[in-house]
């Protein structure tokens, strides 16, 4: 049965909603009609995650692969295959369980800011009256012990910005020629470039314009906090790292 031939890996909060939307008008790509399945981070385990509401994330969790496999069930002459879990970047078996199953698959991340991350990332529960702190540096203060205490990884505010350590599990695990990435500011910036480019790295007619008259919701702010300054002053080293791997003009 058909399985994916290429993943947006994330991150989280970067972008990956649009981006899975505007890939679906592609008329050569398939799309697994559930954004985020999550098999290759959570294949075969029990899902039994402490955060507040963790549970309904659960119930979208697919663990089985013959559940999986029916994702892509309706696929007929499509030559680009996908889905889009943001848990893959950050969940590291997520890397073993996919070379196994799909070796040759295409990854796509798309990386924001870590601090305009984990800031978003924090509105998102909070507006969802999950997040009992209302303020973003207690927060970040209780994520050790809420990663102890088995919180489901949308939680790890400050630990899913940890783009070095998460991408270097890729390109030891994968060819360079497999991995794509992008910066959420060339979504902001120009995305009929960066989908013209995506298109070009899946191998599908890359003249084709996808309707992206639903903007990319603009990024809130993060608020003026001294407790925070430690967090966002710390050097970041991944684009100097991937630099030769971006798109140079998109």
Same mark, same amino acid.
């Given at each position: 049965m058909?399985?994916?031939?290429?993943l947006i890996i994330g991150a989280a909060k970067a972008g990956t909603t649009s981006i899975y939307r505007y890939l679906k008008q592609h008329?050569?790509? @398939?799309?697994?009609?559930? !954004?985020e399945p999550r098999f290759f981070a959570f294949e +075969? =385990?029990?899902?039994?995650?402490?955060?507040?509401?963790?549970?309904?994330?659960?119930?979208?969790?697919?663990?089985?692969?013959?559940? @999986?496999?029916?994702?892509? !069930?309706?696929?007929?002459?499509?030559?680009?295959? +996908? =889905?889009?879990?943001?848990?893959?970047?950050?969940?590291?078996?997520?890397v073993e369980r996919i070379k196994y199953y799909i070796p040759k698959a295409k990854l796509i991340a798309i990386l924001r800011d870590p601090a305009e991350r984990a800031y978003s990332n924090y509105l998102h529960l909070l507006k969802q009256e999950r997040e009992p702190l209302t303020d973003?540096?207690?927060?970040?203060?209780?994520?050790?012990k809420r990663i102890q205490n088995n919180w489901w990884s949308f939680?790890?505010?400050?630990?899913?910005g940890l783009y070095y350590v998460q991408m270097k599990r890729y390109y030891e695990a994968f060819e360079k020629s497999?991995?794509?990435?992008?910066?959420?500011?060339?979504?902001?910036?120009?995305?009929?470039?960066?989908?013209?480019?995506?298109?070009?790295?899946?191998?599908?007619d890359d003249t084709f314009t996808p309707d992206i008259s639903e903007k990319v919701r603009q990024a809130p702010r993060l608020p003026k906090n001294k407790a925070l300054e430690s967090f966002l002053n710390q050097p970041h080293p991944v684009q100097?790292?991937?630099?030769?791997?971006?798109?140079?003009s998109l």
């Open positions: 058909t399985m994916p031939n290429f008329p050569q790509i @398939y799309m697994s009609p559930a !954004k +075969g =385990e029990t899902l039994d995650f402490g955060g507040l509401g963790d549970e309904k994330e659960a119930d979208f969790i697919v663990t089985d692969i013959e559940a @999986y496999r029916q994702l892509f !069930k309706k696929v007929t002459n499509q030559v680009a295959i +996908g =889905e889009a879990s943001t848990s893959y970047l950050y969940i590291a078996k997520s973003f540096a207690e927060a970040l203060s209780q994520e050790e939680w790890h505010y400050k630990h899913q497999q991995i794509k990435v992008y910066l959420y500011e060339d979504l902001n910036n120009n995305p009929i470039g960066m989908l013209k480019d995506m298109f070009g790295f899946l191998q599908i100097s790292i991937l630099n030769p791997l971006l798109p140079t």
